[in-house]
């Protein structure tokens, strides 16, 4: 398994947390982000720019994943794309998308989308919080311990 992480919007309270299991487990990872992004230092992690553009950092993961990979990113439409692939994703608040959930996320997310293109004034997400760190630990863990042998 290879690790992807989409980096342009990854929160700093998470990278301590990543690069531990990174590096307690020897797990090859890529950092894929469209600036300089760092999560600190490891030999198995490899940091990717890409150019500017709004999906060129999506597009290099879908590039790259493969079957039983892992991607941690909060961009519902890359975590479809990446499902499609047979690959996994865990979002920054700890939610794991499944080929039986993604679709809905998706349907909610353009739902929203289509709110506030038309005008309507609408609530953001909830600020990252401890809280959402944790939750996004104990995913993380459940989910290496369950397919890293």
């Known amino acids: 398994m290879i690790l992807y992480i989409d980096g342009d919007a990854f929160p700093n309270l998470l990278k301590p947390i990543v690069l531990k299991a990174i590096n307690r487990l020897e797990l090859k990872t890529f950092v894929i982000?469209?600036?300089?992004?760092?999560?600190?230092?490891?030999?198995?992690?490899?940091?990717?720019?890409?150019?500017?553009?709004?999906?060129?950092?999506?597009?290099?993961?879908?590039?790259?994943?493969?079957?039983?990979?892992?991607?941690?990113?909060?961009?519902?439409?890359?975590a479809d794309r990446v499902i499609e692939k047979d690959a996994h994703t865990i979002d920054h608040r700890g939610e794991l998308f499944t080929k039986d959930n993604i679709k809905e996320y998706l349907a909610m997310r353009n739902l929203m989308e289509e709110i506030r293109d038309s005008g309507e004034i609408t609530k953001g997400p909830k600020p990252f919080s401890k809280n959402d760190t944790q939750r996004f630990a104990n995913q993380l863990n459940m989910f290496l311990q369950k397919y890293i042998k």
């Open 33 to 78: 982000s469209n600036k300089k992004i760092d999560i600190g230092k490891s030999n198995f992690v490899n940091y990717e720019i890409v150019s500017l553009g709004a999906n060129e950092a999506d597009d290099r993961i879908v590039e790259l994943v493969n079957e039983h990979d892992l991607v941690i990113t909060a961009d519902i439409p890359l």
